[in-house]
């Protein structure tokens, strides 16, 4: 008896986008949104109600094991089902403060969903994060104050950076009654859910709306278009605060050293994503279009061209499709949306004339695990515009400015993963900075776990 | 091809599914599509002196996502004149003159019963049904449920109207009271040529948590009402055999009611004695259509068994419905866990290790849970807990060559009879230390 189960087939819920290459350049905010409809469009009271019925309510649930916050998935079902909709999402945000950016953008199919035990019998799993965002949307739309902060303790803590990690560990250190002051580079909160998310996960005003949501709940103030940049300024932080948490991602897209590289027409997938979400149907896509990358930012940014409107875009990775860091399903996605697939070549240079006409590419082939230039097989995709797509540089030349700050071989700021203290001890993190670039939920997950880590390290101090 | 027809003390139709008296055989229009649909009987709608109703009527369980696992209402016997409701009677028997109209009546002096009898003999109706069962309204004012808790009222009753009565007469039971063959045995001594049962139990459905009134709520306030539907078949099914195996009742033909949906149910009446089914709510849920099910289900079950007619299996359950006291002591299941279909849940774990007898592990590193053999009482629970079909089976383990029951045991004094007696079943039987509850407290 007993034994292992198989691994779970992942099932993924019907993408509501459109067949193979069809989108038109959008030229209104209106077909811009069409383009990118919602992949997880938000559930009527019906639609919960029928699918929270279906939740068995297991025992030591997989699904709640497999999210990287923990939340009580089982019982948020219940309660959704029961009526109980705000206590689904108390249930939702006591595990995770971006509950509902969460129930949008995770890649739920390699996380709950994909855990949930309806897998083994071929039924489709609970749409988890669909029910989620039911219970969170509610209370969001509605203002519910379902938390106060907690009475003040007479400590401060700056906190660098307001993406996902960041406001999660101001949110946790506001309930403890920590003094929060952020300080953001740019002028929106939640970083790259709100700049670097493929616009058919969530809009602009999904992301927003949480984020004012918690802040006028939890009463954190964030300096926008404040970056920290100098030693000084650090100096000045570590004096007036208590301690100091960096939530500062990962930064611009890595330079590949391709000749014809600064050219224009050559950008870089977080930039040319990022103006995407800020611009919207107001961004030229050319015709012709060639992303560099076999990552999900690669697939991302190859999607969005095409759902932009460009003709032919062309995904070119140097290795096999096997070999591709992206998740299957989202290269299943960039395909439904029209993007071809290109395997086994390398670029070598940007052809220009004046604009630029195409990539040089060598094709490859791997050998015992390693990677061959085939002889004599250089050819030309011709395109009008070229999308990086080869990883995030680290935040090495800034982390350098702070005392003691270790990083590892990787770039990654090192810590401890009981508290997310650093090696400069006023200092603690979480977020891409110290996982190196995971998701919004890993981001959740860290900066509350650090909040606690400060709170243990000011207590015992 | 099996001959579904069946002559139910005298009321002959072709077919044993008939729709209960209830909204659905409010108006002739009603039972014309009715018939027209498959139903092979209808009771009318009650009869007597019309009624005024409130609005609103009803009230459901819904379990989870299940629309009307029960089904509550507080509506009296008919609104309608009488002298329409005759004409109609009158017009459906002309299209369809093979099929059961049974007219149900409920009036109160002896004067009513024999005018009102003589009226729907004259309509052409096929049979009588006597409704002494209504739980709500038509109680408060002597008649219904007041009639049939009263075992002598209820014969008195039985005899006035076998007296004016030309056609067969059903009586029908309600199942407010403690033991149902009282008002069984009553209405046979009085001389009822068929009984039917059940008709609804009293229940309150529901409070509304704003106004602070059961459902439905009429103007802020609420009343109790009837229960049927899905949720009160067994409560059905049980009163049905404790007639059908009634030495003195047993002989008179019963007509079952009670939460009946499907084929399934339908035989499972059958089984308990039933010779003809009525069913109210699964036809105002989904409509008239819902006999088809049935009608092939039944077919496609006396061609599997090989049986004729109806009659070839009505009853053919009851030897086997026993009491407790001769149940095989001996018998032995045990679970068993078909780790291939399993997927993992662990209700099964959780359902024995805090409702029953703590006989399923769970080891690290596997989320299939495992039968300790030597715990298990074989109660059932994680079988019926699991939610795949077929994954936990109930495996026999004694060899069948042994039994004993209370009975005998009593009889040969080997039962326990003090508070810490040796022969207790559970003697010896493992449970954990109270200490071990505390393990699986989490930090
Ligand atoms: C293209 C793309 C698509 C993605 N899609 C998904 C997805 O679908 N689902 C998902 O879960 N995850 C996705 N991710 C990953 C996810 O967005 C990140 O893991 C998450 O945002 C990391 O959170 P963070 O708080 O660590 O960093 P960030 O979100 O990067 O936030 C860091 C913040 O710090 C600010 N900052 C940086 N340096 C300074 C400084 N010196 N001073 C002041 N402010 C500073 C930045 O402006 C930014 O606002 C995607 C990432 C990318 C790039
Ligand atoms: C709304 C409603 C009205 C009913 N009215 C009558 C009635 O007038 N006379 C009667 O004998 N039974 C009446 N009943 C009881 C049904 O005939 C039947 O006995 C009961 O509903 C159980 O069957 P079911 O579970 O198939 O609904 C009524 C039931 C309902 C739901
Ligand atoms: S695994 Fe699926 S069925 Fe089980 S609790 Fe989680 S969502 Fe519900
Ligand atoms: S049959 Fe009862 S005692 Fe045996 S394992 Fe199942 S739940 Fe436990
Ligand atoms: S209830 Fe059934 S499916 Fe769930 S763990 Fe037990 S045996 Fe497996």
């Known amino acids: 008896m007993g034994g292992e189960i198989p691994r779970p087939i992942f099932y ?28 997880k469009p938000l559930m009527n009271p019906t639609e919960a109600y029928y699918e929270s019925s279906r939740c068995l ?33 108390k249930t939702i945000f006591d595990s995770n403060w971006l509950g509902n950016a969460c129930g949008k953008v995770c890649p739920t199919g390699v996380l709950c969903e994909g855990a949930c035990v309806y897998n083994h019998q071929d039924v489709p799993p609970l749409q988890i994060g669909r029910l989620q965002n039911f219970a969170t949307e509610e209370v969001i739309r509605k203002g519910s104050k379902l938390y106060e902060p907690g009475p003040a303790n007479g400590r401060k803590v700056a906190i660098i950076g307001a993406g996902p990690a960041g406001i999660a560990c101001a949110c946790e250190l506001r309930i403890m009654g920590y003094q929060v002051d952020i300080f953001e580079a740019k002028e929106k909160p939640s970083g790259l859910t709100v700049y670097g998310v493929a616009p058919y996960k969530i809009t602009n005003e999904e992301v927003l709306d949480e984020m004012e949501y918690l802040q006028n709940m939890m009463g954190y103030d964030v300096h926008y278009n404040s970056p920290i940049t100098t030693k000084k300024q650090l100096k000045s932080l570590e004096r007036k605060y208590d301690a100091i948490f960096l939530g ?14 600064k050219k224009d027409g050559v950008v870089g997938a977080v930039e040319f994503i990022e103006e995407l979400r800020m611009e919207k149907h107001k961004v030229e896509v050319p ?18 061209s095409a759902r932009m409107g460009a003709e032919n875009v062309y995904l070119c990775y140097r290795r096999s499709k096997e070999d591709m860091g ?33 990539v040089k590419f060598i094709r490859t082939e791997s050998k015992g695990g390693k990677l061959h230039y085939i002889e004599g097989s250089e050819y030309v995709i011709p395109c009008d515009m070229v999308i990086k797509a080869t990883g995030q540089a680290k935040m090495g030349p800034f982390l350098s400015k702070i005392d003691g700050l270790e990083l590892d071989n990787k770039n990654r700021i090192k810590v401890n993963l009981e508290n997310y203290q650093t090696t400069h001890p006023q200092y603690f993190a979480g977020g891409d900075a110290v996982n190196g670039g995971a998701e919004v939920v890993n981001g959740a997950y860290e900066g509350k776990m650090a909040a606690k880590g400060i709170e243990n390290w000011l207590n015992n101090r | 091809m099996p001959d579904l027809s069946i002559n139910f003390a005298g009321i002959k139709s072709p077919n044993p599914f008939w729709l209960a008296s209830a909204p659905p055989t409010n108006s002739g229009y009603q039972v014309m599509k009715a018939f027209d649909a498959g139903w092979g009987g209808a009771v009318w709608k009650t009869l007597g002196i019309p009624v005024i109703n409130v609005s609103s009527r009803y009230g459901a369980i819904n379990y989870r996502d299940t629309r009307i696992a029960g089904f509550n209402n507080i509506e009296l016997i008919t609104d309608r004149p009488l002298a329409d409701n005759l004409k109609e009677i009158e017009e459906v028997k002309k299209y369809f003159p093979d099929h059961a109209v049974i007219a149900s009546l409920m009036v109160e002096t002896r004067e009513q019963w024999i005018q009102i009898i003589k009226d729907v003999e004259n309509a052409g109706a096929d049979g009588i049904e006597l409704n002494f069962g209504c739980p709500h309204g038509m109680c408060e004012r002597g008649m219904g449920s007041a009639v049939g808790q009263e075992p002598s009222v209820l014969k008195t009753i039985v005899e006035w109207v076998m007296d004016a009565a030309n056609i067969p007469v059903i009586t029908k039971l309600t199942p407010n009271i403690s033991d149902i063959t009282d008002p069984g045995l009553a209405a046979v001594q009085g001389g009822t040529d068929a009984i039917s049962l059940i008709n609804t139990i009293k229940s309150i459905v529901g409070i509304d948590l704003d106004s602070y009134a059961p459902y439905p709520v009429v103007d802020g306030k609420g009343t109790n009402g009837g229960y049927c539907g899905p949720a009160v078949k067994p409560i059905a099914m049980h009163m049905l055999r404790e007639l059908a195996q009634h030495q003195k009742i047993k002989d008179t033909p019963i007509s079952g009611i009670g939460g009946i949906e499907n084929w399934r149910d339908v035989v499972e009446f059958i089984l308990l004695g039933a010779s003809s089914v009525q069913v109210c709510t699964a036809a105002m849920h989904y409509g008239f259509g819902i006999v088809r099910e049935m009608e092939t289900g039944l077919i496609k079950f006396m061609n599997d068994k090989g049986y004729d007619t109806i009659y070839d299996f009505v ?45 399923i592990r769970i080891t690290e590193g596997t989320r299939v849970p495992e039968i300790i053999d030597e715990n298990c009482v074989g109660c059932n629970l994680c079988s019926l807990v699991c939610p795949v079909e077929e994954c936990i089976t109930m495996d026999k383990r004694d060899d069948g060559k042994q039994h004993v029951t209370w009975a005998e045991r009593t009889d040969a004094g080997t039962i326990p009879t003090t508070f810490n007696d040796d022969l207790a079943g559970g003697k010896g039987h493992f449970v954990p230390s109270v200490k071990d509850a505390l393990k699986h407290r989490k930090s």
């Open chain 1, 248 to 261: 500062v991602g990962l930064g611009p897209t890595a330079a590949l050293s391709l000749t014809g590289e």
């Open chain 1, 57 to 89: 309510f297991c025992y030591d649930a997989p699904c709640m094991n497999a999210c990287p916050t923990g939340i009580d998935i089982p019982l948020f079902i219940k309660q959704i089902n029961t009526g109980n909709v705000e206590g689904a999402a």
């Open chain 1, 326 to 358: 992206a998740y299957g399903f989202e290269y299943d996605l960039a395909v439904k949306s029209g993007v071809k697939g290109v395997f086994n070549v390398q670029p070598l240079a940007i052809m220009s004339r004046g604009k630029i006409t195409g």
């Open chain 2, 315 to 359: 009853g053919k359950a009851l030897p086997n419905v026993t009491e407790w006291k001769h149940l095989n002591l001996k018998h032995k299941v045990v679970a068993e866990i078909n780790a291939d279909k399993c997927i993992g849940c662990q209700l099964c774990y959780i359902a024995c290790d805090d409702g029953a007898h703590q006989a």
């Open chain 1, 12 to 39: 993924f819920s019907k993408l509501k986008s459109k067949p193979l290459a069809e989108y038109k350049k959008p030229t209104s905010e209106q077909e811009y949104l069409e383009n990118f409809a919602q992949k």
């Open chain 1, 287 to 304: 015709k012709n279009v060639v992303v560099i990358g076999g990552g999900n930012t690669a697939m991302d940014a190859a999607s969005e």
